[in-house]
C-alpha cells in the first residue's frame, strides 16, 4: 500500500520503498510548503501530479543526472551560442519561465505543472532556493529552465525554447559555471533522449543518493514545518557566474 504522508512535519519513507511499477512512486500526501520540499529534494524526491490527484512524491530508478563538465557543446550550439545574439540573465523572469514550462508541449493535452506547483516554486523563488535560467534574442525571452539550487547541486524542474536551441543554451550556461565554480551534480530526474543527447546519462538510484548524502549532508540544512521560517540551504556560489553573464558566449 502506498504511504500517505500526514504529519505536519516531512516524514518521507526510505526511497528503497519506492515502487518498480510505477518507476519511482514512493508516496502521497504531504504538503507544498518550503519545508516539505526542500527536505524531499535533498534526499532525492521530488513531487509530480495531475490536478485530479493528491500530491505524489517520486524517487525513480535509474536517475538521469548531467555531470557539468560532462555537458555536450555539439558544433551547432557553439556556433550558436557564439554568434546568434542570445543573451541569459539569472532569476530576472522567473514567473514567466514557469508560465511558458507549464504550457502544453506539442501533442499534449495538459501539463503537471498544475497553479499549486507554480505557487510552490514561487515561494521557493522568493526564497532564494529555486532560480531560473532565461534567454534573451531581440529583446524578448525565448528560452529558460528553471529548478533549486542547493550547494554544489541543482535539481533541474523544466525547461522551454520557442527559438531553436535557446533551452540548450540556459543549460550550457547553467554547465559552465557549475562546473567552473564547484558545481557537482544537475538532476534530470528521469531519461529523456533530449537530455542524452546533450550528455546526461542515467544512474542508480543508489549511486544518486550517495552524491546527495556526499555533497549535501544533513547537517548543511536547517529546516522548519512552518511558512514564517526560512528553510536554511547550503550556498550555491557558482550562481554568481551565471548573472554576471551578460551574453551568451
Request: charged share 15%; with cysteine; net charge neutral.
Amino acid at each position: 500500500m502506498l504511504p500517505w504522508l500526514s504529519s505536519p512535519h516531512p516524514t518521507f519513507p526510505s526511497t528503497e520503498q519506492a515502487l518498480e511499477n510505477p518507476n519511482g512512486l514512493l508516496a502521497a500526501g504531504g504538503e507544498l510548503t518550503p519545508a516539505w520540499l526542500v527536505d524531499a529534494y535533498r534526499k532525492g524526491i521530488f513531487p509530480w501530479y495531475s490536478d485530479d490527484d493528491p500530491i505524489l512524491w517520486w524517487s525513480p530508478d535509474p536517475r538521469m543526472i548531467l555531470l557539468p563538465e560532462q555537458f555536450k557543446r555539439r558544433r551547432s550550439l557553439a556556433k550558436r551560442l557564439r554568434h546568434s545574439g542570445f543573451s541569459v540573465t539569472l532569476n530576472q523572469h522567473f514567473a514567466q519561465v514557469i508560465e511558458a514550462c507549464a504550457a502544453p508541449r506539442k501533442d499534449e493535452l495538459g501539463t503537471w505543472i498544475n497553479p499549486s506547483m507554480r505557487d510552490a516554486y514561487q515561494r521557493l523563488h522568493a526564497l532564494g532556493i529555486a532560480h531560473s535560467v532565461e534567454v534573451h534574442h531581440g529583446g524578448q525571452l525565448v528560452g529558460g529552465l528553471y529548478g533549486l539550487a542547493m550547494g554544489p547541486v541543482f535539481f533541474g524542474e523544466s525547461m522551454f525554447s520557442r527559438q531553436p536551441d535557446a533551452s540548450k543554451i540556459a543549460l550550457a550556461h547553467l554547465a559552465s559555471a557549475m562546473h567552473t565554480y564547484g558545481g557537482k551534480l544537475i538532476d534530470c530526474q528521469v531519461h529523456t533522449p533530449h537530455l542524452a543527447s546533450l550528455g546526461a546519462t542515467t544512474v542508480a538510484r543508489r549511486t544518486f543518493i550517495n552524491y546527495l548524502e556526499k555533497w549535501l549532508p544533513e547537517k548543511a540544512f536547517c529546516l522548519s514545518s512552518t511558512e514564517t521560517q526560512v528553510p536554511q540551504v547550503p550556498e550555491s556560489p557558482w550562481l554568481a557566474a551565471i548573472a554576471s553573464n551578460a551574453t551568451a558566449q
